[in-house]
């Protein structure tokens, strides 16, 4: 039987042409395809594209000869420094060791810990120490577990210090308790320096504080410092055991320093026992009583706060009256804030002047001010984050607790003795600090 299909054929017809430039699939030369059926022929020429001209410049920059990275770092310009390591200018062990020294915003050092990763150093162990060093300078405890857990070498102490304080310093004291276990599990011995941070990573736990601080002396045969004596009164202090730190000092095998008594009367004084308050003060200079508290402004150090942005740092002072808008906007917050139940404390104003005057001067502390510029000049939500050269003051610390919930920001504040992350209406210190 005939089959009823008709058979077609192709022949392709290439002209001649130079050596190609362009790779087979771009070729500008015509290509002839010639298809036969049942006698008919049809001639059909195709194009292949043609690829489009290019003028483009190589956008490459060459280094500039001769730079000094060192020298970039120790002037303060870092992100150039960064640049131009990431253009190829040769970094040594000591450029890296610099630049991570220097480095205190988290963009900049992630940048660098590439860089690191890409180098023949990244196994280094003292490089990978200050990576870790300048994420928890950055309050980055996840980043800096991250390098921390990767590294091969963990046996130095001041490594394990640096993650542990670093918890502490941001209100995760459970996984700096959890950091002790695991290098204890590892063999490493503690010291003196090692219970310090322990002790205050217990935060409120009186049962772990009084564990640790007993393993001092039977376990390791450690003799407890006025340093390991604090720790412990802090714990009793925030649990609200005012009496059994009382208790505690007065068996302390050294004699109690000024540090102590006025630790324990700023707990009785949080937790509103007054006679304990008093009995302890009468045991004090008199010009010793008002050093826990909020100092006069005319005191030679004054209160500063820095004011972090993106690219620049904002100073602030108690005396600092040319940031209209800061004043303006805390003035707005101010009302706010009382709608939802905020009463100034004016315990913490010093002067000898009426109630109103007292209250006005506690709502242009300094901190305040510069979280209210904050506020106002960068986006919504960003995370503020202030730095503080003295203690802050407990009208401020319930108030900023207050203003966290209102703008829904996270607001960190860094005071001379930890960090305050304030969010959604509740501070990581539990209050205690």
């Not at 771009?26 to 001209?53: E, G, K």
């Not at 109630?355 to 510029?373: D, F, T």
């Not at 504040?413 to 509740?426: E, Q, S, Y």
């Given at each position: 039987?005939?089959?009823?299909?008709?058979?077609?054929?192709?022949?392709?017809?290439?002209?001649k042409?130079p050596?190609?430039?362009?790779?087979p699939?771009l070729?500008?030369?015509?290509?002839?395809?010639?298809?036969s059926?049942?006698?008919?022929?049809?001639?059909?020429?195709?194009r292949?594209r043609?690829?489009?001209?290019t003028?483009?410049?190589?956008t490459t920059?060459?280094?500039?000869?001769?730079v000094?990275l060192?020298?970039?770092?120790k002037?303060?310009?870092?992100?150039?420094a960064?640049?131009?390591?990431?253009?190829?200018?040769?970094?040594?062990?000591?450029?890296?060791e610099t630049v991570?020294?220097?480095?205190?915003?988290?963009?900049l050092?992630?940048?660098?810990?590439?860089?690191?990763?890409?180098?023949?150093?990244?196994?280094?162990?003292?490089?990978?120490?200050?990576?870790?060093?300048m994420?928890?300078?950055?309050?980055?405890m996840?980043?800096?577990?991250?390098?921390?857990?990767r590294m091969?070498e963990?046996?130095?102490l001041?490594?394990?210090h640096?993650?542990?304080?670093?918890?502490?310093?941001?209100?995760?004291?459970d996984?700096?308790l959890?950091l002790?276990?695991?290098?204890?599990?590892?063999?490493?011995?503690?010291?003196?320096?090692?219970?310090?941070?322990?002790?205050s990573?217990?935060?409120?736990?009186v049962q772990?504080?009084?564990?640790h601080?007993k393993?001092?002396?039977?376990?390791?045969?450690?003799?407890?410092?006025?340093?390991?004596?604090?720790?412990?009164i802090?714990?009793?202090?925030?649990?609200g055991?005012?009496?059994?730190?009382?208790?505690?000092?007065?068996?302390?095998d050294?004699?109690p320093?000024v540090?102590?008594?006025e630790?324990?009367m700023s707990y009785?004084?949080?937790h509103?026992?007054i006679e304990?308050?008093?009995?302890?003060?009468?045991?004090?200079?008199?010009?010793?009583?008002?050093?826990d508290?909020?100092?006069?402004?005319?005191?030679?150090q004054?209160?500063?706060?820095?004011?972090e942005?993106k690219?620049?740092?904002?100073e602030?002072?108690?005396?600092?009256?040319?940031k209209?808008?800061?004043?303006g906007?805390?003035?707005?917050?101010?009302?706010q804030?009382?709608?939802?139940?905020?009463?100034?404390?004016t315990?913490y104003?010093l002067?000898?002047?009426?109630?109103?005057?007292?209250e006005?001067?506690?709502?242009?502390?300094?901190?305040?001010l510069?979280?209210?510029?904050?506020?106002?000049?960068?986006?919504?939500?960003?995370t503020?984050?202030?730095?503080?050269?003295l203690?802050?003051?407990?009208?401020?610390?319930?108030?900023?607790?207050?203003?966290?919930?209102?703008?829904?920001?996270?607001?960190?504040?860094?005071?001379?003795?930890?960090?305050?992350?304030?969010k959604?209406g509740?501070c990581s210190?539990g209050?205690?600090?």
């Amino acid at each position: 039987m005939e089959s009823s299909l008709s058979s077609i054929q192709f022949t392709f017809h290439f002209p001649k042409q130079p050596k190609p430039k362009y790779p087979p699939h771009l070729s500008p030369f015509p290509i002839s395809c010639t298809a036969s059926r049942n006698n008919a022929t049809t001639r059909t020429t195709y194009r292949r594209r043609t690829p489009p001209p290019t003028n483009r410049k190589p956008t490459t920059q060459s280094p500039p000869p001769d730079v000094n990275l060192i020298t970039l770092c120790k002037n303060g310009s870092i992100e150039q420094a960064i640049e131009l390591m990431s253009q190829g200018v040769p970094a040594g062990y000591d450029v890296f060791e610099t630049v991570l020294d220097s480095c205190t915003e988290i963009e900049l050092g992630k940048k660098v810990q590439q860089l690191l990763i890409r180098s023949s150093y990244y196994g280094n162990v003292n490089l990978n120490s200050k990576l870790v060093k300048m994420y928890v300078k950055c309050n980055s405890m996840r980043d800096a577990r991250r390098v921390f857990d990767r590294m091969r070498e963990r046996k130095e102490l001041t490594l394990w210090h640096l993650m542990i304080k670093g918890y502490v310093d941001n209100g995760e004291s459970d996984a700096g308790l959890l950091l002790y276990v695991q290098m204890r599990e590892l063999g490493l011995v503690p010291n003196g320096e090692t219970f310090r941070l322990v002790l205050s990573a217990c935060g409120d736990s009186v049962q772990d504080c009084l564990k640790h601080f007993k393993s001092m002396t039977q376990e390791y045969d450690l003799v407890p410092e006025i340093e390991h004596y604090l720790g412990v009164i802090d714990v009793l202090g925030k649990a609200g055991h005012v009496n059994e730190a009382m208790g505690f000092i007065e068996e302390m095998d050294c004699e109690p320093t000024v540090e102590i008594w006025e630790s324990l009367m700023s707990y009785a004084r949080i937790h509103g026992d007054i006679e304990l308050e008093d009995r302890v003060g009468a045991l004090l200079d008199p010009s010793m009583e008002a050093l826990d508290k909020l100092p006069l402004p005319n005191r030679k150090q004054s209160l500063v706060n820095m004011l972090e942005g993106k690219n620049k740092v904002n100073e602030y002072r108690n005396t600092d009256f040319d940031k209209e808008d800061a004043y303006g906007k805390l003035k707005g917050l101010n009302g706010q804030m009382r709608d939802y139940g905020y009463v100034p404390d004016t315990r913490y104003v010093l002067h000898d002047i009426d109630q109103e005057a007292k209250e006005q001067a506690l709502m242009y502390h300094s901190e305040r001010l510069a979280i209210a510029y904050g506020l106002i000049s960068t986006p919504a939500r960003t995370t503020l984050r202030v730095i503080k050269n003295l203690r802050i003051c407990g009208d401020c610390h319930n108030a900023i607790k207050i203003m966290s919930k209102i703008v829904g920001r996270e607001l960190i504040v860094r005071d001379n003795k930890r960090f305050h992350h304030f969010k959604d209406g509740k501070c990581s210190c539990g209050d205690y600090w």
